[in-house]
């Protein structure tokens, strides 16, 4: 199996699963216990935290964990929203997550004003846009980092410029950017932003909230006293440790493993592009993630491509979303005015350390003879 869908999900490291079985197995006491049992345990979701907030720049202090990265952004948003109820203004982009996206329809309905901000066809955000967009009654601007379809990165600099200048809280979904680019929350004036564990080898439903001191915040649920009041209920230990381990190794083989796996990410798109024809690199002109490449297929269903791939063994993934029995084309290439002939054809490859040239180098192989095996569709 060829597995290239690692922006979906990350193989957990040895380390970590070893880490977390060892916490299942033998630190199983309840880390708010006042005995030694559960004061050790306690040390373990400390140092944990210490290895959160060192991959951020954060101080431990400032880390939240959470079920994962849906619930860091649900509580980010709508914790600041509770917390400044005479504000009804959202400010988001036309490409987020579902995370957002979705949290952003229901608070539509709930009589919040959302706006959601333009792309360019590269992906890359509307920053006069946004800037026109921010008043005194925007409670929050919540955008993401880097794009789970595209690796397109968004200029945080300057949003986070922006937002400080106008005085309005920012939220970043930094789900597919923490492990991909440096995160420093030291020099980035950001006063929320989401991370998860299973997108940097760690482990799946684990997650954390970075809140920046003296930021209003309210909490989701309503229970015991864990987390500061932020995230009730008993901690996920074990999910915690493994997050707390992948963050660390994350950031100790940074350099080593974005320089390996953009080399390998690089040598896929030139190796498509060279024989496959009619193919169409989304977000390709825009900064990204090293990982990640979205490539159109012209005139082809993702759908019927993923099969094919599938039946080789080879894991992709496509943004498309199968809507009433025609598959539309994601929303963020749809955003970002992508041509219909390239749009419908599109398919995610997202590597990671433990992908090889050998890879690579099949699929490459494969693709042009699994792609003249599909029909052409013309689009209209
Ligand atoms: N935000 C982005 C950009 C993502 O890619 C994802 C996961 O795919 C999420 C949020 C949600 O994270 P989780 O799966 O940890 O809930």
């Given at each position: 199996?060829?597995?290239?869908?690692?922006?979906a999900?990350?193989?957990?490291?040895?380390?970590?699963?070893?880490?977390?079985?060892?916490?299942?197995?033998?630190?199983?006491?309840?880390?708010?216990?006042?005995?030694?049992?559960?004061?050790?345990?306690?040390?373990?979701?400390?140092?944990?935290?210490?290895?959160?907030?060192?991959?951020?720049?954060?101080?431990?202090?400032?880390?939240?964990?959470?079920?994962?990265?849906?619930?860091?952004?649900?509580?980010?948003?709508?914790g600041?929203?509770?917390?400044?109820?005479?504000?009804?203004?959202?400010?988001?982009?036309?490409v987020?997550?579902?995370?957002?996206?979705?949290?952003?329809?229901?608070?539509?309905?709930?009589?919040?004003?959302?706006?959601?901000?333009?792309?360019?066809?590269?992906?890359?955000?509307?920053?006069?846009?946004?800037?026109?967009?921010?008043?005194?009654?925007?409670?929050?601007?919540?955008?993401?980092?880097?794009?789970?379809?595209?690796?397109?990165?968004?200029?945080?600099?300057?949003?986070?410029?922006?937002?400080?200048?106008?005085?309005?809280?920012?939220?970043?979904?930094?789900?597919?950017?923490?492990?991909?680019?440096p995160v420093?929350v030291?020099?980035?004036?950001v006063?929320?932003l989401?991370?998860?564990?299973?997108?940097?080898?760690?482990?799946?439903g684990?997650?954390?909230?970075?809140?920046?001191?003296?930021?209003?915040?309210?909490?989701?649920?309503?229970?015991?006293?864990?987390?500061?009041?932020?995230?009730?209920?008993?901690?996920?230990?074990?999910?915690?440790?493994?997050?707390?381990?992948?963050?660390?190794?994350c950031?100790r083989?940074?350099?080593?493993?974005?320089?390996?796996?953009?080399?390998?990410?690089?040598?896929?798109?030139?190796?498509?592009?060279?024989?496959?024809?009619?193919?169409?690199?989304?977000?390709?002109?825009?900064?990204?993630?090293?990982n990640?490449?979205?490539?159109?297929?012209?005139?082809?269903?993702?759908?019927?491509?993923?099969?094919?791939l599938?039946?080789?063994?080879?894991?992709?993934?496509?943004?498309?979303?199968?809507?009433?029995?025609?598959?539309?084309?994601?929303?963020?290439?749809?955003?970002?005015?992508?041509?219909?002939?390239?749009?419908?054809?599109?398919?995610?490859?997202?590597?990671?350390?433990?992908?090889?040239?050998?890879?690579?180098?099949?699929?490459?192989?494969?693709?042009?003879?699994?792609?003249?095996?599909?029909?052409?569709v013309?689009?209209?």
């Amino acid at each position: 199996m060829i597995y290239f869908d690692n922006n979906a999900t990350t193989r957990p490291l040895d380390e970590v699963v070893e880490a977390m079985l060892e916490l299942l197995r033998v630190d199983y006491a309840n880390p708010s216990s006042v005995h030694q049992f559960g004061q050790r345990v306690r040390h373990r979701v400390e140092c944990a935290r210490e290895q959160v907030a060192a991959l951020i720049g954060a101080s431990p202090k400032e880390i939240v964990f959470t079920g994962g990265g849906t619930e860091s952004i649900n509580l980010a948003v709508r914790g600041v929203l509770a917390a400044q109820p005479t504000k009804r203004r959202l400010v988001t982009s036309g490409v987020e997550h579902s995370a957002v996206k979705r949290l952003g329809e229901q608070l539509a309905r709930e009589g919040y004003v959302v706006e959601r901000v333009g792309v360019d066809q590269e992906g890359r955000l509307d920053l006069a846009e946004l800037e026109r967009r921010l008043d005194d009654e925007t409670a929050l601007v919540s955008v993401m980092w880097a794009n789970n379809e595209t690796g397109v990165l968004f200029d945080v600099e300057r949003i986070a410029a922006l937002t400080a200048d106008r005085g309005v809280p920012l939220h970043l979904d930094a789900v597919q950017a923490v492990g991909r680019v440096p995160v420093d929350v030291a020099s980035l004036p950001v006063q929320l932003l989401s991370l998860s564990g299973h997108k940097i080898h760690g482990p799946k439903g684990t997650g954390a909230l970075y809140v920046r001191r003296r930021t209003r915040l309210r909490p989701l649920l309503v229970g015991g006293r864990q987390e500061r009041d932020l995230r009730p209920g008993t901690e996920n230990v074990a999910g915690i440790v493994g997050l707390g381990l992948a963050a660390e190794i994350c950031g100790r083989r940074f350099e080593r493993v974005r320089d390996e796996v953009a080399a390998l990410r690089d040598r896929l798109e030139r190796g498509i592009r060279q024989y496959c024809p009619n193919t169409r690199v989304n977000g390709g002109g825009a900064p990204r993630t090293y990982n990640t490449t979205n490539i159109g297929f012209e005139n082809l269903q993702a759908e019927a491509i993923l099969l094919v791939l599938s039946e080789h063994g080879i894991c992709a993934s496509s943004g498309a979303a199968c809507s009433s029995g025609s598959l539309e084309p994601s929303h963020v290439l749809q955003a970002m005015n992508i041509e219909t002939r390239f749009a419908h054809g599109a398919i995610r490859f997202s590597l990671s350390q433990f992908n090889t040239a050998d890879q690579v180098d099949r699929v490459v192989e494969a693709l042009p003879r699994l792609l003249a095996s599909l029909t052409p569709v013309t689009t209209v």
